[in-house]
T-cell receptor
Framework: TQLLEQSPQFLSIQEGENLTVYCNSSSVFSSLQWYRQEPGEGPVLLVTVVTGGEVKKLKRLTFQFGDARKDSSLHITAAQPGDTGLYLCAGVDSGAGSYQLTFGKGTKLSVIP | DVKVTQSSRYLVKRTGEKVFLECVQDMDHENMFWYRQDPGLGLRLIYFSYDVKMKEKGDIPEGYSVSREKKERFSLILESASTNQTSMYLC??????????????FGPGTRLTVL
């Protein structure tokens, strides 16, 4: 079973600060997804990164897939209270004849006004 | 927009009861999933279904069964609920399964408490 380690587990910052969340593994993934889950709701997909070294931007959020496709990061610039939630990374392993989606345990972000 | 709905947001049951959790999706997706989410453990796959009447065990199927009689509906059944099944249960659906860009759409979850 592949494992995805997310860090930090909890993060509490002031509005306007920048932050980075990490998702690491010893395994290579075909792609990596980031979800955000708000309190009382299910996770919602933010982005999928597929190519090693790929960088995707979604407004103030920047996602990067490591060159070796084993790790990923999410950077938020000028965090806002609306960014509060649980951020989950999920690794896709679609090798020949098999398919597996593995979720990390999540980073709980609180942005204080 | 894809919509995945779950029959209850909160449910309280007693040990030994039979529990049904229902999930409905409105986008004609082939694939449907049941996860449980626990603090410190993340999302764990219980069962998934890639077609009507077809099912596959996930990582933690013990104590659970599923039913998919219609394409849009996927039910999770706890035959005899136990306290260690107290959790948040999330249903998801996806159009494709097995590709690097598959997208899962989640319902709002059912928080089940077993007393």
């Amino acid at each position: 079973t592949q494992l995805l380690e997310q860090s930090p587990q909890f993060l509490s910052i002031q509005e306007g600060e920048n932050l980075t969340v990490y998702c690491n593994s010893s395994s290579v993934f075909s792609s990596l997804q980031w979800y955000r889950q708000e309190p009382g709701e299910g996770p919602v997909l933010l982005v999928t990164v597929v190519t090693g070294g790929e960088v995707k931007k979604l407004k103030r959020l920047t996602f990067q897939f490591g060159d070796a496709r084993k790790d990923s990061s999410l950077h938020i610039t000028a965090a806002q209270p609306g960014d509060t939630g649980l951020y989950l990374c999920a690794g896709v392993d679609s090798g020949a004849g098999s398919y597996q989606l593995t979720f990390g345990k999540g980073t709980k972000l609180s942005v204080i006004p | 927009d894809v919509k995945v709905t779950q029959s209850s947001r909160y449910l309280v049951k007693r040990t030994g009861e039979k529990v049904f959790l229902e999930c409905v999706q409105d986008m004609d997706h082939e694939n449907m999933f049941w996860y449980r989410q626990d603090p410190g453990l993340g999302l764990r796959l219980i069962y998934f279904s890639y077609d009507v009447k077809m099912k596959e065990k996930g990582d933690i199927p013990e104590g659970y069964s599923v039913s998919r009689e219609k394409k849009e509906r996927f039910s999770l059944i706890l035959e005899s609920a136990s306290t260690n099944q107290t959790s948040m249960y999330l249903c998801a659906s996806s159009l494709t399964w097995g590709g690097v860009t598959d997208t899962q759409y989640f319902g709002p979850g059912t928080r089940l408490t077993v007393l």
